[in-house]
């Protein structure tokens, strides 16, 4: 499993730096997110996570850059993110059920497609999906007023390969300038946890509300700088 980790993140930041430099559009993209880790099992084959608790909503910005491949209809895009997550559980012990906090941060590089099933001069519903490394920058969890470093105690993993998919409406108010609502999820790679000292078996699973503006740079790479026309 690290060896295909590896192999994806090359691909994802190979595909970043390509945009980068070929790109025709910026996006900047703002929401809210929740998270809680799905089919959870532990060291010993149990699922000891309570999931009924209400998840909650962080915010999250994204950034990066889009490449017309068909006819303005499918898109390639490649990005970079900045995500907070509060997820409240509880583990089981016996009969009980105690509380659980984790307070995450993560630092990620997403990339994918774009597809206009409807495509409107100026109105569009587009599918899409995306494949994102991310990494984790710090965590807690607390309970019984115990705070754990999880970061930096080795409990809990530090990087996902996640698949992201979702639809969008995109209204298009000139030639320049487009914005969007965007509703997405995403789903981490299920596999025993690799960076950390405990075996655990989860998939991270994340549900976004977010909205959009994207600006074209076409004008802008195409512009002639110099005194002759």
Known sequence: MLKIKAKYRFLILFTFLFLEVNSQQVYLETGIENAYF???????GANTLKLTYYKLFEFFIESGYKLDIYKNRLKWESGISYNKYKIITGFT????????????????????????????????????????????????NAYNDVVNDIFND?????????????????????????????????DSFREYNQDSNVEEKYTFRTNSISFGISFSINNYKNRCHGGFY
């Open 154 to 186: 080795n409990t809990f993993d530090k990087t996902f390969i996640r698949f992201h998919k979702g639809v969008s409406v995109e209204y298009i108010i000139s030639d320049e300038i487009a914005t969007y609502i965007s509703f997405s999820t995403a």
């Open 93 to 140: 012990t016996g009969k009980e059920c105690v509380p659980l906090t984790y307070n995450l941060t993560s630092f990620g590089l997403k990339t994918g497609f774009n597809f206009a099933v409807i495509n409107e001069p100026f109105f569009k519903i587009q599918v899409h999906s995306h494949l994102s490394h991310d990494w984790l920058i710090t965590g807690t």
């Open 38 to 44: 799905k089919d959870y099992v532990n060291n010993k």
